[in-house]
């Protein structure tokens, strides 16, 4: 069983609409979530980071953790082109090493 | 500030080769860690180093040594690689926030 799930899509939205991605993880003990975007051929990087149940707001970007119901989910509002790329959920479910267990990623297509 | 930059970038090597991939990070973060990126598998980690002096094994580290230099460098080795070592690597690092930050990644080719 895959500890960290996502949809790989790819999830196509036009241009201006809010994308919405998602995320499923398997440890009921992990404390920290993590959104990273990557780029075709460039290395992952952060967007947002949450470890409180709720939502989390940075510009454009919001992220939600629900712990009772594992997932954690990315919504892009106003999307725009620019955002397509890649993007990955990763969970740390190892404090004392602060390994990541990342999923698959879903790429996110945003259409002019 | 160049954060964490790796060498070489590309890299094509014959099966039985091997080489040494090489990674730095100026950021005086304590963790290091190395990834592996293939279609479909997502980011697998082979090797992590929790602070300078300590490595220890991740998802996939069969095929792979690694070394912590000192705080700054940790190198991965592949000893005899094999076709099933052509991948994508990332290296990347942590500081006492949790978040890692990654280099800019080794395509590696193995014929």
């Known amino acids: 069983q895959k500890e960290v799930e996502q949809n790989s899509g790819p999830l196509s939205v036009p241009e201006g609409a809010i994308a919405s991605l998602n995320c499923t993880y398997s440890?009921?003990?992990?404390?920290?979530f993590f959104w990273y975007r990557q780029y075709s051929g460039k290395s992952p990087e952060l967007i947002m980071s949450?470890?409180?149940?709720g939502d989390k707001e940075d510009g454009r970007f919001t992220a939600q953790l629900n712990k009772a119901s594992q997932y954690v989910s990315l919504l892009i509002r106003d999307s725009q082109p620019s955002d397509s790329a890649t993007y990955l959920c990763?969970?740390?479910?190892?404090?004392?090493?602060?390994?990541?267990?990342f999923g698959t990623g879903t790429l996110l297509a945003v259409q002019p | 500030n160049a954060g964490v930059t790796q060498t070489p970038k590309f890299q094509v090597l014959k099966t039985g080769q091997s080489m040494t991939l090489q990674c730095a990070q100026d950021?005086?973060?304590?963790?290091m860690y190395w990834y592996r990126q293939d279609p479909g598998m997502g980011l697998r980690l082979i090797y992590y180093?929790?602070?300078?002096?300590?490595?220890d094994k991740g998802e996939v580290p069969n095929g792979y040594n690694v070394s912590r230099l000192n705080k700054r460098e940790f190198s991965l080795r592949l000893e005899s690689a094999a076709p099933s070592q052509t991948s994508v690597y990332f290296c990347?690092?942590?500081?006492?926030?949790?978040?890692?930050?990654f280099g800019p990644g080794t395509r590696l080719l193995v014929l």
């Open positions: 440890d009921r003990g992990s404390q920290s």
């Open positions: 180093s929790a602070s300078e002096g300590t490595t």
């Open positions: 990763a969970v740390n479910n190892d404090g004392a090493t602060n390994k990541l267990i």
């Open positions: 990347a690092s942590s500081g006492n926030q949790e978040t890692q930050y």
């Open positions: 950021m005086n973060h304590n963790s």
């Open positions: 949450i470890y409180s149940n």
